[in-house]
């Protein structure tokens, strides 16, 4: 291990006058360097397997292979899902237009998934052979039969196979799934299916032999398991009992990603349904990193380093470079049925990213002229699921079989799409152009002289986030005793704070306009209120990164995906109430956000989220043991640019500290997407896609909105290699705005700090950094 240590940093010699390694090499063993730092450790737990043959551990595979990641900087940058219907001909993207294209297309897909993601599987071997091990016949007519395969080399490779046969004439169609999914067998075969279980699950896995069996292949353990079950449906093709067009497969969790991939690489298998399978299944890995708050791709490679091949990791914190995605996965399915089934508010997902994927995989459907065949069941609960929910699942498989007369209907949640919206809003490109957009000038001769651009900054803003609708303040709040919780809370618990009284807002006494949320005070050990000199206790709103599933109860540390647990404790040990809630579509509100844009047409959903903060100042203000003279804003990713537009409208915010929040509008590009961001993909401000092919012409950018805060105290955290991030155009975008800050006499005031190898999460080490910053703010006031 010592000598790749030596050639990681070896390079730091061979820099080019800019900074940037000179070869591709060089730029390589930087990469990897950067990888190792930000990729949490792998981690060992009773089921840990080998990552290959040769190798126990992902770090092992580095050092024997000697492989570096790719040079990045040759690479396109995909900020979006990689369209499915498109051909990179020539570095141009060209519309797939005939099935011949789209069977490239679908060859491209499968050479790059294996390169990447699973690794590569052996051809199918022409030797399986069976041995039925038990037959039973019950006296209700099912017949259960308990078979071993056996193929491979000396037919040494295995897999235990379990048939529940239904009593009757002619064929059935088959549900397979794996062995510890026995009980949904046990429904899917009262409903006229031949059940079969196979061995390639953790409670049971005969395919973790097959990597020794066949050296020269690098598939990794969920292909293997894949690979498998395709030997399984070589032998159901031969049972007379078997519908050879009717073979399903479906699977929950880890082996709901390896049904994908089985009928993704076997077009036998003639439909599938992918129960909650996360990262590597139903969610994108663009989609999945630190700010979406889902099972990462360094915690689920951390924690399940044999499932992938070790190749993915190099991706983490530059998923946009992955020329692959789930959503191309996905797409090799159709025209076949396909299912995603899931929890909206499950911890381990984003349920908006499985949306997102969802939408790119039912291009291809819709082209292939069969758009009814792909098709989502969103469940409400945890992680595990239900004979309510399998039975659903049993009902898709029989309406695409012709086994009921029933009509599928799929339950979506995030249908905001920016070219209706655009079409319900046929004079804004003319009101957009009315508009002077606002530039900081290089210099201004004092404040009076900005404070011309600043009324001009704020109109343009308030221009952006639309017409609020008028609104009353709210009550009462916080003085509901016992309180009623949202239910939700017992799928995704709120935090419980050690030395912290917590304190719920709603929903008879909530915030703003009927929104709920938690105020964490500090305590002593007597359980009153650790109040300051004044009586009263300073407060930090705190409001979180992309979290759709579980809203402000999770963040992320060197475990991958803990709570916000650790955060709020670090703050309230140094004496801050921390008040949080779930955003406007966030967590608890994902339904109340669903119709926003018929509700409002002509607000923003960052309007509404605005409104949300301003809400919870109006609270502090009204509750008297918190100090409304110290209201300071915490914002991590999308929160942070929350936290900077509430503190350039609202006066009553002290201080904001955002973290990885923003990348400049005006040098938005292919590689840098913020400005379609906000507009296209997430629907947060539609009025800024009218800019969306001349950026520059946005009438506000990130640092007007900053001045328009200022002399007020501001912490900038952006990390240096934070993907969405033009950290070059933010420091460019930022020099005007110290320029404000010093004409206010204020130059101390705003911090703005690139930390060094860091992505795009809010990490332990900022918690200090974070909170250190706002106890300076409060005793030097």
């Given amino acids: 291990m010592k000598k790749m240590i030596i ?130 016949l019950q006296q209700n007519g099912l017949r259960i039969q308990m078979i071993r395969l056996s193929f491979g080399p000396q037919h040494k490779a295995k897999m235990t196979v379990e048939l529940m046969i239904p009593n009757g004439e002619g064929t059935f169609p088959v549900f397979m799934t794996q062995w510890n999914h026995r009980d949904w067998a046990q429904l899917a075969v009262k409903r006229g299916y031949i059940s079969c279980v196979y061995a390639a699950a953790d409670l049971k896995d005969d395919t973790d032999l097959y990597m020794f069996l066949y050296p020269e292949y690098d598939f990794s353990g969920l292909m293997r398991r894949a690979w498998g079950a395709s030997r399984v449906v070589d032998y159901l093709t031969t049972r007379k009992e078997v519908s050879k067009q009717q073979i399903a497969i479906t699977g929950h969790s880890r082996n709901g990603k390896q049904s994908l991939w089985a009928a993704a690489f076997d077009e036998r298998i003639a439909a599938v349904v992918s129960s909650s399978s996360s990262t590597g299944g139903d969610a994108p890995w663009r989609y999945g990193d630190p700010q979406y708050a889902s099972e990462t791709l360094d915690y689920v ?55 997102q994927n969802y939408y790119s995989v039912k291009k291809v459907y819709d082209f292939l002229d069969v758009p009814d065949n792909i098709g989502v069941l969103t469940r409400m609960g945890s992680h595990g699921v239900a004979a309510r929910d399998v039975e659903q699942t049993i009902d898709f498989l029989d309406i695409h079989f012709k086994r009921t007369p029933l009509k599928w209907t799929n339950n979506l949640y995030y249908t905001y799409d920016y070219e209706k919206w655009r079409e319900n809003h046929p004079g804004i490109q003319e009101r957009a152009e009315q508009l002077t957009s606002i530039s900081l000038k290089e210099n201004y001769s004092d404040i009076e002289d900005f404070n011309q651009d600043k009324r001009k900054i704020l109109e343009n803003l308030d221009w952006i986030l ?24 017992k799928i995704n618990p709120v935090p419980t704070i050690k030395g912290a009284k917590e304190i ?20 002593n050990e007597f359980g009153n209120l650790k109040t300051k000199l ?73 309007g509404k989220m605005i409104t949300d903060v301003k809400g919870c100042i109006d609270a502090i203000e009204d509750i008297d043991y918190l100090d409304d003279s110290h209201i ?20 009553r915010v ?128």
């Avoid at 639309?466 to 809370?489: F, H, K, L, M």
């Avoid at 705190?542 to 992320?556: D, I, N, P």
């Avoid at 320029?739 to 860091?758: D, F, H, S, T």
Wanted: proline letters at 7%; hydrophobic letters at 35%; aromatic letters at 12%.
């Fill in 301 to 355: 490679t951390a924690w399940n380093a044999h499932w992938f091949h070790p190749r993915l990791r190099f991706y983490f914190g530059r998923e946009d470079k992955l020329p692959i995605d789930q959503n191309l996965l996905g797409a090799l399915i159709a025209p076949r049925p396909l299912l995603y089934h899931y929890s909206l508010v499950e911890p381990g997902l984003n349920s908006w990213s499985n949306e």
């Fill in 7 to 136: 050639v990681c940093f070896a390079f730091w010699g061979f820099l080019s006058n800019d900074g940037w390694p000179q070869s591709s090499v060089d730029r390589q063993n930087q990469y990897l360097n950067e990888t190792l730092k930000i990729n949490i450790e792998q981690r060992f737990r009773k089921n840990t397997r080998r990552v290959s043959v040769q190798d126990s551990t992902w770090k092992d595979w580095l050092h024997r292979s000697g492989e570096l990641p790719p040079d990045f900087s040759k690479m396109r940058s995909i900020p979006m899902l990689p369209e499915p219907l498109m051909q990179n001909k020539d570095g141009k993207d060209v519309p797939i237009t005939t099935a011949k294209e789209w069977e490239e297309k679908r060859e491209w897909i499968k050479a790059t998934y294996q390169q990447w993601v699973s690794g590569h599987a052996p051809p199918p071997p022409e030797n399986v052979k069976a041995e039925i091990l038990k037959d039973t």
């Fill in 466 to 489: 639309g017409e609020e609708p008028p609104s009353a303040r709210a009550t009462n709040v916080g003085s509901w005793i016992p309180p009623i919780r949202d239910w939700i809370e």
């Fill in 654 to 781: 002290a201080g904001v500290a955002s973290v990885a929040a923003f990348s400049p509008w005006r040098s938005s590009n292919s590689q840098y997407e913020s400005l379609r961001i906000y507009s296209h993909l997430h629907g947060f401000i539609p009025r800024l896609g009218v800019f969306a092919d001349n950026p520059e012409r946005v009438p506000v950018d990130f640092g007007e909105i900053i001045t328009a805060a200022a002399p007020k105290p501001i912490l900038i955290l952006a990390p240096d290699l934070d993907r969405y991030t033009d950290i070059q155009a933010l420091k460019e975008m930022m020099r005007p705005v110290y320029r404000i800050y010093e004409l206010y006499g204020a130059k101390n005031q705003l911090k703005v700090k690139y930390p060094v190898c860091e992505i795009n999460r809010m990490t332990v080490e900022m918690y200090d950094e974070v909170g250190t910053f706002f106890s300076a703010l409060y005793e030097q006031n």
């Fill in 632 to 651: 300071y804003l915490l914002g991590n990713t999308m929160g942070g640019s929350v936290s900077l537009m509430t503190a350039a409208l609202d006066d």
């Fill in 534 to 606: 004044n009586g009263k206790l300073p407060v930090i709103i705190y409001l979180h990164q992309y979290a759709h599933s579980t809203g402000f109860s999770k963040g992320y540390d060197k475990d991958g995906r803990r709570g916000t647990k650790e955060l709020f404790e670090s703050l309230t040990k140094r004496g801050f109430a921390v008040m949080a809630i779930d955003m406007y579509g966030f967590g608890t509100r994902i339904w109340e956000a669903k119709n926003f844009y018929l509700r409002y047409p002509q607000w923003s959903k960052m």
């Fill in 504 to 523: 719920y807002l709603g929903p008879y006494s909530a915030v703003g306009d009927h929104v709920s949320g938690i105020l964490y005070c500090p305590v």
